[in-house]
C-alpha cells in the first residue's frame, strides 16, 4: 500500500525536533460532599425561614448546628432529609438530589428527631426487630450493648417508655445500621447528663471512623465542645459561617482594657461586636481584631490590655 500515512508507533515516524510534552499532573480530586444545598428556599405562608440558602458539608466531617430559637435549625433538616418539601433550589444527600434518596443511599443515613413518638403499641425488640431487616449494616452487637448500658427494656412498649428512654432508642436505633450520615436534631434535649456524657461518647466513637459525617443540632454547646465539632451558624436563613472552634475562638475574644483615671470617651475601633465600661475598665467583644491594632489602641490611650479567650456559648450569644 502506497500513502503518506505513518505509524505513530513507530519513533521513524516521529519529527526529532517535536519535543515530548510534559505529563499532565492530575488535579486533586474535589472532596465527596455528604451534604450539598443551592438557593435553598422554605416559607411557611409569608414567613421566609431558609433564604437562598447554599451550603456543602464534606464527607467526614462533625459539624454542630447552631442558631437561636426559630431561626430554622429543624426545618432546615427536614428539607435535608425530604421530610419537608422545598419552595426553591436544590438539595443533594450523598451525591443524589433529596427527591430520589431511595434503596442504598437511604440506607446510609441515620436520623434523630427531637422527640420519638413512633409505636407506642410495638415492643422494643419487635421495633428493632422489624427495622433491622431493612438494614444491610445493622450492628447488632453494639445495639445490645446500648439498650444494656441505657437500661432500655426490651420487652417494655414503646409508649411506656420515658421521654428520655425514647429518646435513647432513637439514637440506637440511628447508630444501629452503621450510617455514613448521622444527622440529629436536638438528640440530648431529653437526656440527664449522665446520658448525654454516654451519648457523646458513642458519637466520638462513631465520628472517628473513615468517612463518617455528622451534623446534629443542639442548644448544649458544650457538647460541641466536647466533640470538637465544627460550628456552623445559621442566621437570618442562611449559614452565615462554618469554622473550627479554634478558629473561632481565636477570631472572637474579649479585651480588658484599664486606663487609670477613667475614660473620657470610648474609642473607635473596627470589629467591636460590644463594649462595656465599668468604672476605669473598659470591656471589648472583638471580632477578627489583630493584636497589633489593639495592642496601638492601648499605647494610645496609656491603658494595661488583656486578652481573653470566650467560651462557645459567649461566641454565640456575641454572633447569634
Same mark, same amino acid.
Given at each position: 500500500?502506497?500513502?503518506?500515512?505513518?505509524?505513530?508507533? !513507530?519513533?521513524?515516524?516521529?519529527?526529532?525536533?517535536?519535543?515530548?510534552?510534559?505529563?499532565?499532573?492530575?488535579?486533586?480530586?474535589?472532596?465527596?460532599?455528604?451534604?450539598?444545598?443551592?438557593?435553598?428556599?422554605?416559607?411557611?405562608?409569608?414567613?421566609?425561614?431558609?433564604?437562598?440558602?447554599?451550603?456543602?458539608?464534606?464527607?467526614?466531617?462533625?459539624?454542630?448546628?447552631?442558631?437561636?430559637?426559630?431561626?430554622?435549625?429543624?426545618?432546615?433538616?427536614?428539607?435535608?432529609?425530604?421530610?419537608?418539601?422545598?419552595?426553591?433550589?436544590?438539595?443533594?444527600?450523598?451525591?443524589?438530589?433529596?427527591?430520589?434518596?431511595?434503596?442504598?443511599?437511604?440506607?446510609?443515613?441515620?436520623?434523630?428527631?427531637?422527640?420519638?413518638?413512633?409505636?407506642? #403499641?410495638?415492643?422494643?425488640?419487635?421495633?428493632?426487630?422489624?427495622?433491622?431487616?431493612?438494614?444491610?449494616? #445493622? !450492628?447488632?452487637?453494639?445495639?445490645?450493648?446500648?439498650?444494656?448500658?441505657?437500661?432500655?427494656?426490651?420487652?417494655?412498649?414503646?409508649?411506656?417508655?420515658?421521654?428520655?428512654?425514647?429518646?435513647?432508642?432513637?439514637?440506637?436505633?440511628?447508630?444501629?445500621?452503621?450510617?455514613?450520615?448521622?444527622?440529629?436534631?436536638?438528640?440530648?434535649?431529653?437526656?440527664?447528663?449522665?446520658?448525654?456524657?454516654?451519648?457523646?461518647?458513642?458519637?466520638?466513637?462513631?465520628?472517628?471512623?473513615?468517612?463518617?459525617?455528622?451534623?446534629?443540632?443542639?442548644?448544649?454547646?458544650?457538647?460541641?465542645?466536647?466533640?470538637?465539632?465544627?460550628?456552623?451558624?445559621?442566621?437570618?436563613?442562611?449559614?452565615?459561617?462554618?469554622?473550627?472552634?479554634?478558629?473561632?475562638?481565636?477570631?472572637?475574644?474579649?479585651?480588658?482594657?484599664?486606663?487609670?483615671?477613667?475614660?473620657?470617651?470610648?474609642?473607635?475601633?473596627?470589629?467591636?461586636?460590644?463594649?462595656?465600661?465599668?468604672?476605669?475598665?473598659?470591656?471589648?467583644?472583638?471580632?477578627?481584631?489583630? !493584636?497589633?491594632?489593639?495592642?496601638?489602641?492601648?499605647?494610645?490611650?496609656?491603658?494595661?490590655?488583656?486578652?481573653?479567650?470566650?467560651?462557645?456559648?459567649?461566641?454565640?450569644?456575641?454572633?447569634?
Amino acid at each position: 500500500m502506497t500513502g503518506s500515512m505513518t505509524n505513530p508507533l !513507530d519513533p521513524a515516524t516521529v519529527p526529532l525536533e517535536v519535543a515530548a510534552e510534559p505529563p499532565v499532573e492530575a488535579a486533586d480530586p474535589a472532596p465527596e460532599l455528604a451534604l450539598r444545598m443551592r438557593g435553598l428556599e422554605k416559607r411557611f405562608g409569608t414567613m421566609e425561614v431558609l433564604r437562598g440558602l447554599d451550603w456543602d458539608v464534606p464527607a467526614g466531617r462533625v459539624l454542630g448546628l447552631l442558631g437561636r430559637n426559630g431561626a430554622g435549625k429543624s426545618t432546615l433538616i427536614r428539607c435535608l432529609l425530604g421530610i419537608s418539601p422545598i419552595d426553591a433550589g436544590r438539595v443533594d444527600v450523598l451525591g443524589a438530589p433529596v427527591a430520589e434518596l431511595g434503596g442504598e443511599r437511604l440506607h446510609r443515613i441515620g436520623y434523630v428527631p427531637q422527640s420519638f413518638d413512633l409505636f407506642p #403499641w410495638m415492643k422494643v425488640k419487635s421495633y428493632l426487630a422489624f427495622t433491622r431487616a431493612f438494614y444491610p449494616r #445493622w !450492628d447488632e452487637a453494639m445495639v445490645k450493648r446500648l439498650l444494656a448500658d441505657w437500661e432500655i427494656n426490651r420487652k417494655q412498649k414503646i409508649g411506656q417508655l420515658s421521654q428520655g428512654q425514647r429518646q435513647k432508642l432513637a439514637i440506637v436505633r440511628a447508630l444501629a445500621p452503621d450510617p455514613d450520615l448521622l444527622i440529629l436534631d436536638e438528640p440530648v434535649a431529653s437526656l440527664d447528663p449522665l446520658a448525654r456524657r454516654d451519648f457523646m461518647a458513642e458519637l466520638l466513637a462513631q465520628a472517628r471512623r473513615p468517612g463518617k459525617t455528622i451534623l446534629f443540632s443542639t442548644h448544649i454547646t458544650s457538647d460541641l465542645e466536647r466533640a470538637e465539632a465544627e460550628i456552623a451558624l445559621l442566621k437570618d436563613g442562611r449559614i452565615q459561617f462554618v469554622s473550627s472552634l479554634e478558629v473561632l475562638r481565636a477570631r472572637v475574644r474579649r479585651a480588658r482594657l484599664v486606663r487609670p483615671g477613667g475614660w473620657t470617651a470610648l474609642p473607635e475601633l473596627p470589629g467591636v461586636l460590644r463594649q462595656d465600661l465599668l468604672g476605669e475598665e473598659l470591656r471589648l467583644i472583638v471580632d477578627s481584631v489583630p !493584636d497589633e491594632a489593639l495592642t496601638a489602641l492601648a499605647a494610645r490611650e496609656s491603658a494595661r490590655l488583656t486578652l481573653e479567650r470566650l467560651t462557645l456559648e459567649e461566641i454565640f450569644v456575641e454572633l447569634g
